[in-house]
């Protein structure tokens, strides 16, 4: 296996899939959401959920479901078998360091951070039963857009169970860890920039006379509505955008103004720094 101090993978048990405990290290936005998500599915009942923060009372988003908040990160490990690690990049080192000596290969491993990739797991655990799995904060409603890359000891069931939790708050794509990044970047990234669209939207229609809630409400549905397009036809938004821009009409005045207004280089160029700096964060 590559790495210095990754061992090669023994004998390990298989994971329950009927029964395993699922931990967070870490308790903040992005762990929460999955956690709510798969309660909120039926997937997992929240007392096979677990977490950790130093002020469990505060956790209410957690505690609210049943899900049972450690004041230690080690008591979760302890405790599950599938483990999954939704810190912040710049600490996650560190606290797979520190709980190292629990992270034995008998538990499956997840990170949800972007830019580390899977040697550096692997060879900071010292063993290769991990998953790296780039959500989004969506996974709350069921509509996250997901990427997942096994690593060189992850087994075919533990691929399976992956996929099956992430697949149930979402859809999720497998694919190789090279193009990471970029995933990250438009399935995770890009719901940010879809949000401040989504606000460009409605500000317009505010500037145009509606009331705040309801241009709000039409620009959300807008979006929605035409991402399901897209999904459920299979058409390029290229096709379906020239359906509804007829010549000379009230669309392709708007069209040309984005034009004017370089919004496809934008969000282009969006894309593209979010990558270059998930790249720079795992160096």
Known sequence: MAGEGVSPLAQVNPIDKEAFKLGFIGAGNLASSVATGLVKQGILPASRIFTAHRNPESRVDFTSMGIKVFPKNHQVVEECDVIIFAVKPQILKEVILDLRPLLSQNKLLLSLAVGHKLQALQEWVGHGRFVRVIPTTTSIIGEAATVMHLGEAATENDGELIADLFGAVGKVWKMDEKLSDA????????TAFVYIAIEAMSDGGVAAGLPREIALSLAAQAF???????????????????????PGGTTIAGIHELEKGAFRASMMNAVVAT???SHEMGQ
């Not at 995933?183 to 890009?190: H, K, L, N, R």
């Not at 399901?228 to 290229?238: C, D, Y």
Request: aromatic share 2%.
């Open 275 to 277: 990558t270059k700096r």
């Open 183 to 190: 995933a990250a970047a438009v399935g995770g990234s890009g």
């Open 224 to 246: 929605y509505g035409a991402a399901a397009m897209v999904m459920k036809t299979g058409k390029h938004p290229g096709q379906l955008k020239d359906q509804v821009a007829s």
